[in-house]
């Protein structure tokens, strides 16, 4: 089932929503209700990711394959928690959201896979095996520069498994995403 690309006008509420989420919560302020028609596009469930990044460095990288709740809702969520509880980083602090860009990756739906169907540059992957899961956007094969193997190996290096665990039996997914940036 292929992604229904999000209109640009579109893309750009949903990335000024994205930063107003984050700015009211690193300012303790309660974000206002967003009032969005049932049939307006970001009122359909699916999965997103939101990136920070100050400069070319990662600031912070969350986001759910559940496609469970309006668009705007996950994707709201995500920055703040991007913003704060990615674990790699600590969290945000008012003065660094000035130097912030933010993007966003809206999920299309998962479908298992063999390694013959996946195309870097438009697929990201989830393998799952052993109780654990890995995911990787597209875009970080592409800036990596991995071939379909390495892209394969690295997600299941993500999800604590060893780099051949799909030959091993783990389940490969693939996704497409629709990736739109503040800059």
Request: charged fraction near 20%; glycine fraction near 8%; hydrophobic fraction near 40%.
């Amino acid at each position: 089932m292929p992604l229904t690309p999000l209109a640009i006008e579109h893309q750009h509420e949903l990335l000024a929503l994205a930063r107003q989420a984050l700015v009211d919560h690193l300012a303790e302020r309660t974000a206002p209700r967003v009032q969005l028609s049932e049939s307006h596009p970001l009122c359909r469930p699916a999965g997103a990711f939101v990136t920070l990044r100050a400069g070319d460095r990662l600031r912070g990288c969350v986001g759910s394959t559940r496609a469970d709740r309006p668009l705007h809702q996950v994707v709201a969520w995500m920055a703040v928690a991007a913003g704060t509880q990615d674990p790699r980083f600590a969290a945000l602090h008012e003065d660094e959201l000035s130097g912030l860009t933010l993007s966003i990756s809206v999920l299309g739906p998962l479908e298992p896979c063999s390694l013959v169907d996946v195309v870097v540059g438009r697929d990201g992957l989830v393998v799952e095996g052993s109780g654990r899961r890995g995911l990787l956007l597209p875009e970080v094969a592409t800036d990596q520069g991995w071939s379909v193997e390495e892209f394969v190996g690295r997600t299941c290096e993500k999800a604590g498994l060893p780099s051949n665990a799909v030959a091993e039996g783990a389940q490969l997914f693939r996704f497409q995403t629709q990736y739109f940036s503040e800059d």
